[in-house]
């Protein structure tokens, strides 16, 4: 399976709303606070970027105002194109004034994280991962800590945004299996997150089920994708200026 990634900064995205549709317009003029504000037009230019150079249309606010993100009732990002639902599957990450969009074009499982690579505490190892998962970190050299734990934590947060559940579900409910723990730092290394199941609710999600994916670990950021069917490594999009044609890299 075909799986596109872009990311972009805050300073990408434009002083204007011109890019918005009305109803984005409408739902951004309601947040009342900055960080959140700034989040949510990062996260939405990511992805128009992203659809406009997938869906073969130009780069130019007339057109991103056509192609809206709206949340699914589970809050999963959908896109809708002139008011049409999209037949694909987005996922959306933001994290330091960093935003990353992973995209397939057909109606698939997928999710993607990004993570700073930073120090965790004992309290949150124990709190959030598996026996398994602690158990890797115990045996893990000091100096790797801080990326093996934001691997795990972003591999948790990608299957459980490709269930369509996000953090309503228990993090323990997950196990990252990294399949290597050197990664080729101009590519993407393989790794498997198995879902086992939610005891602590009502779980309405199949269980015992193992998602494939990649990592990457570069500039600081570990970058995680998971999905079903097994996704081929991340392919980067490259993307043109605002305001030009966009030519079609997603066959």
């Given at each position: 399976m075909n799986v596109y990634w872009l990311e972009q900064?805050?300073?990408?995205?434009?002083?204007?709303?011109?890019?918005?549709?009305?109803?984005e317009a409408a739902c951004l003029e309601g947040m009342r606070f900055p960080k959140r504000r700034a989040d949510w037009r990062l996260g939405r230019w990511t992805a128009k970027r992203a659809l406009s150079v997938c869906l073969d249309v130009p780069a130019r606010s007339p057109v991103f105002k056509r192609i809206e993100i709206r949340a699914a009732s589970s809050g999963a990002?959908?896109?809708?194109?002139?008011?049409?639902?999209?037949?694909?599957?987005?996922?959306?990450s933001h994290r330091a004034g960093i935003a990353a969009c992973t995209l397939a074009l057909s109606e698939v499982e997928l999710g993607c994280d990004l993570e700073l690579i930073e120090p965790r505490s004992d309290a949150f190892v124990d709190d959030y991962f598996t026996l398994e998962e602690q158990a890797l970190v115990?045996?893990?050299?000091?100096?790797?800590?801080?990326?093996?734990?934001?691997?795990?934590?972003?591999?948790k947060e990608s299957a459980l945004k490709a269930l369509r559940a996000g953090l309503r579900l228990d993090t323990r409910?997950?196990?990252?299996?990294?399949?290597?723990?050197?990664?080729?730092?101009?590519?993407?290394?393989?790794?498997?997150?198995?879902?086992?199941?939610?005891?602590?609710?009502?779980?309405?999600?199949?269980?015992d089920r193992v998602f494939h994916g990649w990592w990457q670990c570069a500039d600081g950021l570990v970058r995680t994708v998971a999905g079903a069917?097994?996704?081929?490594?991340?392919?980067?999009?490259?993307?043109?200026?605002?305001?030009?044609?966009?030519?079609?890299?997603?066959?």
């Open positions: 900064t805050e300073t990408d995205v434009p002083a204007e709303n011109a890019w918005l549709s009305a109803s990002p959908t896109v809708f194109f002139d008011n049409q639902l999209a037949a694909l599957t987005i996922s959306l115990a045996h893990a050299a000091a100096a790797d800590r801080p990326r093996l734990l934001a691997l795990l934590w972003g591999g409910s997950v196990i990252v299996i990294p399949c290597a723990m050197s990664p080729d730092l101009k590519g993407w290394s393989e790794l498997r997150v198995r879902y086992v199941g939610d005891r602590s609710a009502e779980d309405r999600y199949p269980g069917p097994a996704p081929d490594p991340p392919i980067h999009l490259p993307i043109p200026l605002y305001d030009s044609d966009a030519a079609s890299l997603c066959g």
